[in-house]
């Protein structure tokens, strides 16, 4: 507690400090000079920085980046080329104080790339998690994982609802962007160290997305765009276009914008799963020992003790298979070799068949009616419908009761070779269906007021929400036991196992038999809502700025489960032999079920519409509903100095948050389903300093200092309350009392411009972070446990009352709770930019480089960066001239690990991502004299078909493979 005090005390006094020197610069700056500072409501004359005479004057509305962009947060102009907006982008990055790097759009409509995540992760320290189709679709920062990256739209905190890719199951605060159309973007600025004006939640940084508004293209305006796509493995052709029409008054008052956007994607992938790997649980008979277990704790597979009828490759029924017998018919292996032995736990292949479509919307419009008045409102829409259909056949590992023959395995006792008997297989059908939409109104302005105009007031406001509804019933049917089916298998090389199979898996009359039906379905809905109100004393150089923050932030998760009532009707609409009429042969090699007419058959509709609520969700979310309330004020102060010729930029001060948050669920309470909520409250002074001095006229070196935070998991806050004990004694609990991510940053860097657009930059950074979690117990009182005491049975209700009843008797709570430990990151980043007009004219080259280490201190701290590569790199070579453009661009990230230890009940087995590389390829032409200027585009997506691959442990036990194949968009747009 002193220690809290301690930083607390000292984070005023900084502050106070820093705003007082602040507050002596403005009164010489005034006395020094009377000159008005530059009108703020209008955009301002561009000067020269291109060939072209096209410059930028810029800012990304909320983030504050500099005192130099506060006066000119209406307009961000746009270039009309690509190599303008590197341009624009290396303006940004020297006239900023804190550590910042911007994407630009080259014309309205006209983003860099196709996807917003695309265009940020060529931004150095910036990394994606992608789709299995290859899409990206949230971003990392600095070795920190997704949730630790705060995003904001127009300067607003930014929700979707959302369960992520495939396989992602996101249930943190991640915000998935390939929802939002990058033609409606015009800037995307990435903030790497906080100001105080700043909303607080990135620990790894805050994100800022700036929609299109009318006077950042003054005029009248029509841009279209009309795109095919092409994708390798669906071999489908899909429409994308968008119309955006902005239209501003001769006298510059008054101006619109609107647009549309609208594609057809295919979701095809195919790949091979494993869900992990297993070992078998050897009996003692098989472990040649009179009692006990010789295998690992955690392996599911079953090996039987007698070889039962009609098993495969002749073996005698009755045989009894004990140790002589396992080392006998596998030679060359020992007892240990067999009892280690991996094998997948349902290898299988995969195959996603379906659509992913887009639909957007978006209308903005400018008023200023003076010039100390400026007022907009930002609306967008968007929606994404995915209609898919998700197969995979699986030899069953887990609990399966395969007979191992001629085994042989590797040094880490992988199987790489074998043939097994009684074997068995599961056809697991899902057809997806998911719905997603999402709003944002912002409301807001700027006035300024003063006889000076020393005085400007930004305020700003805004509503949004989002909806995410997905249906993902599964139907599974089985090979039966004792029909000689037998799999040859083979691991010696590939990027996964061969599996062959005796008997032809694409046959609808193999005797296939009911296994499982499932009608589990989720929803979720975010809904935000807040205003900022900021108060400026000074003008664009020197100034001192307070303001206030109001956000209210709400996530609910539903889940719903009738899977008994469809498996009762199921089975009573077919019978034991009667699944040959539903199941059809597939197109990748092996049956499907006709899912339409088996549904029409077993009263799916009304099921699956009236399917009860449930505690979690198939994705791994747990159900339930988290609202915060949080309230922030803000001292900041910016300054300017020369300093002998050479010009020092500061900027600092402090933030404080204080948060509500109500957290409530369901939980099964006895035999009902109780809605629990359970509260808690927290505040954090966050102070932060930026410094940035120009060393020459073409090097700035930069320090800067901060403290940050990001709130803590939402699944682990959840009540989802369970008793284990008829006493009410035990249970396990989310715990609402978790404390956020502190950290503490550091970062000093510099960069040498080259001239035009070209620059080299490095920056050293390191951060301090507490706040993770371990699994613990805290004795917690029954009245603050949020259970109506009624609820309870009448002998936990008796245990109770013994134990001094309600109020005084405790409970032993297991549930997540804040480690003790510190989590050191640190890393560098490299960023080059260069222009090779000596070489070839328009000809130039972007690369960056980061690395990032961890290192953990105390305990319950992760040890490696979870989730993160610790090498990235991007290479962008682009040629533009003539009309011309083209641009070839290769990402790559190094292998990383991408979970904790512990997998499938195996101590040492931990999921690993390959190192992966993509190559992009952008080019256009322009025909500068035909109306509209049309502009035929090429865009191809991962040329080289790069796939995706994930391992456990080991390199050859592959846990997942999948093939995206590459994108072909052909298209034209144009202006009027």
């Not at 072209?52 to 983030?63: A, H, L, Y």
């Not at 495939?166 to 915000?175: G, H, T």
């Not at 297989?425 to 057809?431: I, M, N, S, V």
């Not at 690990?897 to 032409?925: E, M, V, W």
């Amino acid at each position: 507690m002193q220690a809290r005090i301690a930083r607390t005390v000292l984070s005023h006094a900084l502050s106070l400090a820093l705003l007082g020197a602040v507050g002596i610069a403005q009164a010489q700056e005034a006395t020094a000079s009377q000159t008005p500072s530059q009108d703020p409501t209008k955009p301002q004359a561009k000067k020269p920085a291109q060939a072209d005479g096209k410059t930028t004057n810029s800012t990304t509305n909320g983030t504050a980046a500099t005192p130099e962009q506060s006066k000119t947060l209406g307009a961000v102009n746009v270039s009309g080329s690509y190599r303008n907006s590197i341009q624009f982008q290396t303006d940004a990055k020297r006239d900023a104080t804190n550590v910042t790097d911007s994407v630009f759009a080259e014309d309205i409509g006209k983003f860099p790339d196709t996807n917003i995540a695309e265009s940020l992760n060529r931004v150095p320290g910036v990394q994606l998690t992608r789709d299995v189709d290859g899409e990206g679709v949230n971003i990392q920062i600095r070795g920190l994982g997704t949730d630790f990256t705060k995003i904001m739209l127009n300067g607003d905190q930014l929700a979707v609802a959302s369960a992520g890719g495939l396989n992602s199951q996101n249930q943190n605060r991640e915000v998935d962007l390939d929802l939002l159309p990058s033609e409606f973007f015009t800037q995307l600025t990435v903030n790497k160290t906080p100001t105080p004006s700043m909303t607080e939640g990135g620990v790894a940084g805050v994100v800022d997305m700036r929609t299109t508004r009318p006077f950042d293209n003054p005029g009248t305006h029509l841009t279209y765009s009309l795109q095919g796509q092409y994708n390798s493995i669906g071999k489908d052709t899909k429409p994308r276009g968008s119309l955006i029409g902005s239209w501003t008054n001769k006298e510059g008052t008054f101006g619109a914008t609107v647009g549309y956007t609208a594609s057809k994607n295919d979701y095809d992938v195919q790949g091979f799963e494993t869900i992990g790997w297993t070992t078998p649980q050897l009996t003692a008979a098989q472990c040649g020992t009179a009692a006990g277990h010789c295998s690992p704790a955690g392996g599911s597979w079953v090996i039987p003790g007698t070889i039962p009828a009609n098993a495969g490759f002749g073996l005698p029924a009755g045989q009894v298979i004990d140790n002589a017998w396992l080392l006998a018919h596998n030679p060359g292996l020992n007892t240990s070799q067999i009892a280690n032995a991996l094998i997948p736990r349902l290898g299988r292949d995969a195959y996603t068949d379906g659509t992913n479509d887009h639909q957007s919307a978006m209308a903005s419009l400018e008023w200023r009616p003076s010039e100390a008045a400026h007022f907009y409102l930002d609306t967008l829409f968007s929606q994404k419908e995915k209609h898919f259909d998700r197969l995979d056949m699986n030899l069953i590992g887990r609990s399966g009761q395969m007979i191992p023959t001629n085994m042989q395995v590797d040094q880490n006792d992988v199987v790489t070779q074998a043939n097994f008997a009684n074997a068995q297989y599961f056809l697991e059908d899902r057809p997806y269906d998911q719905h997603t939409k999402f709003y944002n109104i912002n409301p807001g302005g700027t006035l300024l007021l003063g006889s000076g105009d020393d005085l400007k007031l930004d305020f700003q406001a805004y509503t949004q929400r989002s909806w995410y509804r997905q249906y993902a019933p599964s139907i599974d049917v089985q090979t039966p036991l004792n029909q000689n089916i037998t799999v040859n298998y083979n691991n010696t090389g590939g990027n996964v196992p061969t599996i062959t199979p005796s008997v032809d898996l694409n046959n609808p009359n193999l005797g296939w038999q009911y296994y499982r039906v499932n009608i589990q379905n989720e929803t979720r809905t975010t809904d935000n809502k807040g205003t900022r109100w900021d108060l400026q004393w000074g003008d664009d150089s020197n100034n001192l700025r307070t303001g206030i923050a109001y956000d209210d932030i709400s996530r609910e998760i539903k889940a719903y489960d009738n899977s008994p009532a469809w498996a009762t009707a199921v089975n009573a609409a077919v019978a034991a032999n009667g699944w040959a009429q539903y199941i059809k042969p597939g197109k990748d090699g092996f049956i499907a079920i006709d899912n339409a007419a088996l549904m029409a058959a077993t009263n799916y509709d009304y099921l699956n519409a009236t399917a009860p609520l449930t505690t979690a969700a198939a994705s791994g979310a747990n159900a339930g509903n988290i609202e915060e309330r949080t309230w922030a004020w803000y001292l900041e102060g910016n300054g300017k100095w020369d300093l002998g010729g050479h010009e020092l930029r500061l900027n600092g001060g402090v933030r404080h948050a204080e948060t509500d948050q109500s957290i409530a669920g369901p939980s099964t309470i006895g035999t009902q389903l109780q809605y629990i909520t359970l509260k808690n409250t927290y505040g954090y002074y966050l102070p932060s300093f930026n410094a940035a001095f120009n060393a020459t006229d073409d090097v700035v070196l930069r320090l800067a200092a901060s403290r940050s935070l990001t709130r803590p998991d939402p699944s682990a806050m959840v009540p989802n309350t369970n008793f284990s004990d008829p006493a009410a004694e035990i249970a396990t609990q989310g715990n609402p009392k978790l404390q956020p991510y502190l950290s503490t940053n550091l970062d000093f860097g510099g960069e040498w411009y080259t001239g035009n657009e070209g620059y080299l930059a490095l920056d050293l950074f390191g951060k301090r972070i507490k706040g993770f979690t371990v699994s613990g117990t805290n004795l917690v009182p029954f009245d603050q446990m949020g259970i109506p005491f009624d609820s309870l049975t009448a002998t936990q209700q008796q245990a109770i009352n013994l134990r001094g009843g309600p109020a005084q008797a405790e409970v032993q709570v297991s549930q997540q709770v804040n480690a003790d430990g510190t989590l050191f990151l640190k890393g560098a980043e490299a960023n080059w930019v260069q222009p090779l007009d000596f070489v070839l004219k328009g000809l130039g080259v972007q690369a960056n480089y980061t690395v990032t280490s961890q290192k953990s201190i105390g305990g319950g701290v992760p040890a490696q960066a979870i989730g993160v590569s610790p090498h990235t790199y991007n290479a962008t070579a682009y040629w533009e001239n003539y009309g011309a453009m083209v641009r070839l661009s290769y990402t790559w990230n190094s292998a990383q690990i991408s979970s904790t230890a512990n997998q499938n009940g195996l101590p040492f087995a931990q999921i690993k991502t390959d190192a992966r590389g993509q190559l992009d390829l952008s080019a256009s032409y322009e025909f500068a004299q035909w109306m509209s200027k049309p502009t035929v585009t090429l865009n191809v997506v991962n040329l080289t078909k790069a796939n995706f691959r994930q391992t456990i442990t080991y390199n050859n036990a592959a846990y997942s493979y999948y093939t995206p194949g590459y994108t072909i968009m052909l298209g034209v747009r144009g202006t009027f």
